[in-house]
């Protein structure tokens, strides 16, 4: 569904990706691992639209490297971002219907509404409360939701896990994986590698700016480098 050839991406005169090739199935749920400033986020960013950058890539076989970002998210791809970027003086419910702009099937979207209830309890209960007053699992359940009502074909979250307790990751990631059993290509950029893994289909892991290794995530796991590395065993 999603190709990445020979991305290289700079900020201002500093190289930060060098090179990267990343494919993303259809249906599947790959991972994008590695520390703070190995350059997942920005290599996001290449992929919304939000940074300029040489190479290619594709979506559904079309290249999308310098469309706009407004026109990205109409072909299909809805992101997470690490930062939520919530409305915090909107509702629960306000915010949840601002994911389905681009959207004018009425019916459906108010069908899709109440699944986002459904998938998300937590926020049923508070719907009418001011974002900013919701802790930060509610924040990004809430992120997430917004992000599911433009129907993705993509679904792309930025570090999910970022700054919440545990119970609240499992809580997040069962989710992600309830996501994943509906069909949604999911793209995964996370810090917390044994999780990510226990999710995903595919993996890459970043190190300064490149994929420096690849595969299945059974394979990942199973690679002595990244049990030390990266799973603390």
């Avoid at 290509?185 to 890459?204: K, R």
Wanted: charged residues 25%; glycine residues 10%.
């Amino acid at each position: 569904m999603l190709e990445l050839r020979n991305i290289q991406a700079s900020y201002g005169k500093l190289r930060t990706l060098h090179g990267i090739n990343i494919v993303v199935p259809e249906g599947k749920v790959t991972t994008i691992l590695g520390a703070n400033g190995a350059g997942k986020t920005t290599t996001l960013r290449v992929i919304t639209g939000l940074l300029p950058a040489t190479g290619a890539v594709l979506f559904e076989g079309q290249p999308i490297l310098g469309v706009r970002p407004d026109k990205i998210a109409r072909r299909g791809i809805s992101m997470v971002p690490e930062t939520r970027e919530l409305f915090l003086e909107m509702t629960v419910e306000e915010n949840v219907r601002l994911g389905a702009y681009t959207r004018s099937d009425q019916d459906v979207i108010q069908q899709d509404f109440e699944k986002m209830f459904e998938l998300f309890p937590r926020l049923r209960e508070g719907y009418r409360r001011i974002a900013a007053t919701l802790s930060g699992g509610e924040q990004q359940m809430l992120t997430i939701a917004r992000a599911l009502m433009s129907r993705p074909k993509l679904l792309i979250l930025d570090e999910p896990s970022l700054g919440l307790a545990p119970r609240l990751v499992e809580d997040i990631f069962e989710t992600v994986d309830q996501i994943r059993r509906t069909g949604t290509t999911i793209l995964l950029v996370e810090q917390n590698a044994q999780i990510a893994l226990a999710v995903s289909d595919f993996g890459y892991l970043m190190e300064t700016g490149a994929i420096r290794l690849s595969g299945s995530s059974e394979e990942l796991e199973a690679n002595a480098w990244v049990q030390e590395a990266y799973l603390g065993t």
